[in-house]
């Protein structure tokens, strides 16, 4: 299975480390984020890998060729002239990916304990062209799901502000852990183009498709902000 790991926004919220550097090369112990997420994904057998790169990517280029790839098979989905967000990125990636194989995407800046293979399987059962892993966490934007975990909506927790499917019966409400299993269908079904948000692409098709939710318990942390670093350091030795 190939992973499609972003690793091209600008991080402004990792500010002054992003004014040098790429986010995903923020370190956590001494450990650069996607060194750490390519070890993790191969750990469950993933050695074929697209990364996207924009904000001082060829750092991330120097620093892939300085660990000879992982002894991994590594390819660039180069946006330097254009950042084009999640949507945009897996668009723009879709020669990588567009094979007839379900594929990973992950954030860079995401570290977890999730089990891949749980969420493969869970996948691989539904049969859906998308798979979000959510967990019952903090965070200022959940997604809702029915008792079926299928995705319903969507809810900023600050403002009240939701997008909803249908009525709102008491559905959960989940934080989306970064993590999706995508079938490459899914690139038939997105209508927007040039710069979008995939998760805006999800919330236009939950009114017609299924696209369920895979929950888990595992450790997370989104390292984002200068303080993440420090809640990711005492979890990810």
């Not at 723009?92 to 304990?113: Q, S, V």
Request: charged share 25%; with cysteine.
């Amino acid at each position: 299975m190939k992973a499609l790991i972003f690793a091209a926004g600008k991080g402004t919220r990792l500010k002054p480390f992003t004014d040098h550097h790429p986010k995903a090369l923020a370190l956590v112990n001494g450990i650069p984020l996607l060194e750490r997420n390519i070890l993790y994904l191969k750990s469950f057998g993933i050695t074929d890998f697209v990364i996207n790169i924009h904000h001082f990517g060829e750092q991330i280029l120097e620093f892939l060729k300085k660990n000879n790839n992982f002894n991994c098979r590594i390819e660039i989905s180069d946006e330097r002239e254009e950042l084009l967000e999640t949507g945009g990125g897996l668009i723009f990636a879709r020669r990588f990916l567009d094979h007839g194989e379900d594929f990973l995407i992950m954030n860079a800046d995401i570290l977890t304990a999730l089990n891949i293979n749980d969420l493969v399987k869970y996948h691989k059962k539904i049969k859906d062209f998308a798979t979000l892993a959510v967990s019952d966490r903090e965070s200022s934007r959940k997604l809702l799901f029915n008792d079926e975990m299928v995705l319903k909506g969507w809810l900023n927790v600050q403002t009240g502000e939701q997008r909803l499917a249908e009525f709102n019966k008491g559905f959960k409400a989940l934080a989306f852990s970064g993590v999706h299993c995508i079938n490459p269908v899914i690139f038939e079904k997105i209508k927007r183009k040039g710069k979008f948000s995939v998760m805006e692409e999800y919330l236009d098709l939950m009114q017609t498709e299924h696209i369920h939710g895979f929950l888990h318990n595992s450790i997370l942390v989104d390292v984002g902000r200068p303080e993440s670093v420090l809640i990711a350091e005492k979890h990810f030795k």
